[in-house]
């Protein structure tokens, strides 16, 4: 039940002369008191003039208030709360009435009044709306000049792309334009990671390493096995369709070598004649002899 003094002539005009703002806290209070009803609760009691009562609800019953003063009287009263809250940093037990009280704390962070109405909050927020629309058409129209800069300057070069990205993006992409759909985007940036993984990893490999590891299976006892297998330093695939025999293979007596065993070859044609063999058609060899 809201209960308040009646007596007012005690109310001074006397104020106290404070620094700084002075705020008050107040935990609990019932439900049913409104914002009016503590500003005209602290005038009674002989406290202080209150300029804005913040109330936060915390339940149906009751609801936590913050209470800003506007100044306080010159009171016995008003100093003891000032002394309790401020110099001691404790709560001061503020009675209401017989059976209820308020514990007042000190509000170490008040929120500061605005010097601007709501009428004057929406026309500072139309101004802010149209510089920000000044500003992006504005970086629009820089982009395009930007794109056209980058285009002359690296025609034919993947650089531009790389340098476009970047700018429009902040990433350095460089294998074409980036879609502006983020999703799409995103997808073309994994597809770019995974294909910069792999030339990572061909760009580390030596051409002569582990040779065996490709070939190795292609030899069996000193003779190549036929079959077809796919050789990946290469590039491609090696494929045999003939199987060699072991007299087809090259030997180093059918290659211009003379064998140390002279034996008589029959030099006589068919029609009887002796043939004899040109100087330039022997071999180097034989010649120097």
Same mark, same amino acid.
């Given at each position: 039940?809201?209960?308040?003094?009646?007596?007012?002539?005690?109310?001074?005009?006397?104020?106290?002369?404070?620094?700084?703002?002075?705020?008050?806290?107040?935990?609990?209070?019932?439900?049913?008191?409104?914002?009016?009803?503590?500003?005209?609760?602290?005038?009674?009691?002989?406290?202080?003039?209150?300029?804005?009562?913040?109330?936060?609800?915390?339940?149906?019953?009751?609801?936590?208030?913050?209470?800003?003063?506007?100044?306080?009287?010159?009171?016995?009263?008003?100093?003891?709360?000032?002394?309790?809250?401020?110099?001691?940093?404790?709560?001061?037990?503020?009675?209401?009435?017989?059976?209820?009280?308020?514990?007042?704390? !000190?509000?170490?962070?008040?929120?500061?009044?605005?010097?601007?109405?709501?009428?004057?909050?929406?026309?500072?927020?139309?101004?802010?709306?149209?510089?920000? !629309?000044?500003?992006?058409?504005?970086?629009?129209?820089?982009?395009?000049?930007?794109?056209?800069?980058?285009?002359?300057?690296?025609?034919?070069?993947?650089?531009?792309?790389?340098?476009?990205?970047?700018?429009?993006?902040?990433?350095?992409?460089?294998?074409?334009?980036?879609?502006?759909?983020?999703?799409?985007?995103?997808?073309?940036?994994?597809?770019?990671?995974?294909?910069?993984?792999?030339?990572?990893?061909?760009?580390?490999?030596?051409?002569?390493?582990?040779?065996?590891?490709?070939?190795?299976?292609?030899?069996?006892?000193?003779?190549?096995?036929?079959?077809?297998?796919?050789?990946?330093?290469?590039?491609?695939?090696? !494929?045999?369709?003939?199987?060699?025999?072991?007299?087809?293979?090259?030997?180093?007596?059918?290659?211009?070598?003379?064998?140390?065993?002279?034996?008589?070859?029959?030099?006589?044609?068919?029609?009887?004649?002796?043939?004899?063999?040109?100087?330039?058609?022997?071999?180097?060899?034989?010649?120097?002899?």
């Amino acid at each position: 039940m809201k209960c308040f003094v009646s007596n007012t002539n005690i109310i001074s005009s006397t104020r106290i002369t404070m620094s700084k703002q002075i705020s008050f806290y107040i935990p609990r209070i019932y439900g049913e008191y409104t914002a009016d009803d503590i500003k005209h609760t602290f005038r009674l009691l002989w406290v202080g003039e209150v300029r804005r009562v913040d109330i936060n609800k915390t339940c149906d019953e009751y609801v936590s208030a913050f209470v800003h003063m506007d100044y306080m009287y010159d009171s016995e009263y008003a100093w003891n709360i000032i002394n309790v809250t401020d110099k001691l940093d404790a709560c001061f037990k503020l009675n209401v009435d017989i059976d209820n009280y308020w514990l007042l704390l !000190k509000n170490k962070r008040p929120v500061q009044d605005t010097h601007l109405n709501i009428h004057q909050l929406a026309e500072n927020g139309r101004i802010m709306e149209d510089k920000i !629309k000044m500003c992006e058409e504005k970086m629009e129209r820089m982009e395009m000049v930007i794109h056209k800069l980058l285009l002359k300057a690296y025609d034919g070069n993947d650089e531009k792309y790389r340098l476009y990205n970047y700018m429009s993006y902040g990433t350095p992409y460089s294998k074409g334009y980036l879609c502006e759909n983020k999703e799409l985007r995103e997808k073309q940036m994994e597809d770019f990671q995974h294909e910069k993984k792999e030339l990572g990893e061909l760009t580390e490999m030596e051409p002569w390493e582990d040779m065996n590891k490709y070939f190795g299976h292609l030899f069996t006892n000193g003779h190549i096995r036929f079959d077809e297998e796919y050789v990946p330093s290469l590039g491609g695939s090696l !494929k045999f369709t003939d199987e060699i025999d072991d007299d087809d293979m090259p030997s180093l007596v059918s290659q211009n070598v003379v064998s140390d065993d002279t034996s008589e070859v029959d030099d006589t044609s068919e029609d009887g004649e002796t043939s004899s063999d040109d100087d330039d058609d022997m071999p180097v060899s034989c010649l120097d002899q």
